[in-house]
């Protein structure tokens, strides 16, 4: 089973700012199935990007994934008030894991 | 529009068997490439995937939880249905259901609080 790391555990930075969230792989994921989700207290995930760097229906360009083999990055160019929540990244290959999150909070 | 709903027993005893009930609608589970999964997330932690029905019956599950978990699809009620055998207080969580594309969930219903206790 492929285990995901997400870092760091929790990332504190103000309004405006760049955030870079990494999701580390035990194995090399395909990057058609690696996909990351938002989720605010008391609510569903939302789906941000599937395939690695692709933006779902109605996610903000401020959002962006890139990578491949075991390393992977979710970006969020300038932050909104709204942003702030805990992250998770996911792979699906021959089962379908999710990393432990990253909660993003205000500085 | 896609909407999918989780429905079930709020509490459940140690060692009794869970059935939840996924309903959803707007896409059809017989539809080719089509998908649904369960999740779940005990409170305070991250999320765990549990088990994932395609249009064509193919079944996945979580290896570790394999032994108990069942899916199973009913598509003229647009329904899939998860059981999980011999539930644990640990088993306490969140129960979601999510549409799949391209392996991930991009359509989730609100989670239902399942609580293991005697």
């Known amino acids: 089973e492929i285990v995901l790391t997400q870092s760091p555990g929790t990332l504190s930075l103000s309004p405006g700012e760049r955030a870079t969230l990494s999701c580390r792989a035990s194995q090399s994921v395909s990057s058609s199935y690696l996909a990351w989700y938002q989720q605010k207290p008391g609510q569903a995930p939302r789906l941000l990007i599937y395939?690695?760097?692709s933006r779902a229906t109605g996610i903000p360009d401020r959002f962006s994934g890139s990578g491949s083999g075991t390393d992977f990055t979710l970006t969020i160019s300038r932050l909104e008030p709204e942003d702030f929540a805990v992250y998770y990244c996911q792979q699906y290959g021959s089962s379908l894991t999710f990393g432990q999150g990253t909660k993003l909070e205000i500085k | 529009q896609i909407t999918l709903k989780e429905s079930g027993p709020t509490l459940v005893k140690p060692t009794q068997t869970l059935t939840l009930t996924c309903t959803f609608s707007?896409?059809?589970?017989?539809?080719?490439?089509?998908?649904v999964g369960w999740i779940r997330q005990p409170p305070g932690k991250a999320l765990e995937w549990l088990a994932l029905i395609y249009w064509d019956d193919d079944k996945r599950y979580s290896p570790s939880l394999k032994s108990r978990l069942t899916i199973t699809k009913d598509t003229s009620k647009n329904q899939v249905v998860l059981t999980m055998t011999n539930m644990d207080p640990v088993d306490t969580a969140t129960y979601y259901c999510?549409?799949?594309?391209?392996?991930?969930?991009?359509?989730w219903g609100q989670g239902t609080l399942v609580t293991v206790s005697s």
């Open positions: 999510a549409h799949v594309l391209y392996a991930a969930f991009d359509y």
């Open positions: 707007g896409f059809s589970l017989s539809t080719s490439g089509v998908g």
């Open positions: 395939g690695a760097s």
